[in-house]
């Protein structure tokens, strides 16, 4: 069977009333306390980024239970916690910021009554986790749909937010998001011409030895995720969904990496 992990996707973690709206953008701290849980019970190994990708290629040995961690947007809540639940296991995850927005509240959807807009971690915050293990990676700099603007402007969105992050955690900024999981062939160009290694999407599977390490599929972990249905994610094995597998044929001719 040709090497897979799990590249798991969540955004905030913390302690969040009842919601209709985004809700995979929220995963209560106990639910992640007993995901986290559930993985270190089962022995999977919670690998980075880069050891991931490495196995994928046939580099290093990939363990048929391993999974990856990434949280979108880089929020404040991180650091309260899921970072704490992190170490507790010892388990390390990527974190991908946006480099013109720390410190600030986000902006992309619309304010939503008795819920105060998340805060994005500053410089001192992202530092901190750096630190206690955690990898940083881009989120371009504006939090930008990359399908939607001009080449010249994917360039930009991506090169400023490398640099401006290498810049304050002193260490080279590998790994690229696509935000909002927006994304065509010339951004890939351009995450590439950037330096980037790997760039995680919104295409939903099991990360394989076919995709191309900057069109990464991962697995949405949600507000409303029991553990069982959390247990289901790590394991399923359907069949690609349309959208990947195009994405999966589209990418063979490339040759970038």
């Not at 363990?63 to 992190?86: C, E, M």
């Not at 105060?116 to 990898?135: C, H, S, V, Y």
Request: aromatic share 10%; with cysteine.
């Amino acid at each position: 069977m040709p090497p897979r992990i799990s590249i798991l996707m969540y955004h905030q973690v913390g302690q969040f009333p009842p919601m209709r709206a985004h809700r995979a953008n929220y995963c209560d701290h106990r639910r992640f306390a007993r995901q986290m849980g559930l993985l270190h019970a089962l022995g999977w190994a919670v690998l980075d980024l880069d050891q991931a990708l490495a196995g994928l290629r046939g580099d290093g040995s990939l363990p048929g239970r391993s999974v990856v961690l990434t949280f979108d947007d880089g929020y404040d809540n991180f650091a309260d916690f899921a970072l704490p639940i992190l170490a507790r296991y010892g388990f390390t995850a990527t974190v991908y910021a946006i480099s013109g927005w720390l410190g600030r509240p986000i902006q992309w959807y619309g304010d939503e009554p008795g819920r105060p807009r998340p805060k994005l971690m500053d410089a001192g915050r992202l530092r901190e986790i750096q630190a206690a293990g955690m990898t940083i990676g881009s989120h371009t700099a504006t939090h930008a749909r990359l399908a939607e603007v001009a080449p010249a402007e994917q360039r930009r969105e991506l090169s400023e937010s490398k640099a401006a992050l290498e810049d304050l955690l002193g260490t080279p900024v590998r790994h690229l998001c696509y935000p909002f999981g927006s994304f065509n062939l010339e951004a890939v160009h351009a995450v590439h011409a950037a330096g980037y290694v790997s760039a995680t999407t919104c295409l939903r599977g099991a990360a394989t030895a076919v995709d191309h390490p900057l069109v990464l599929p991962r697995k949405a972990i949600s507000f409303g995720d029991s553990l069982l249905g959390f247990t289901w994610k790590l394991g399923f094995k359907h069949a690609p969904t349309p959208e990947l597998s195009a994405w999966r044929q589209r990418m063979r001719g490339e040759e970038m990496l």
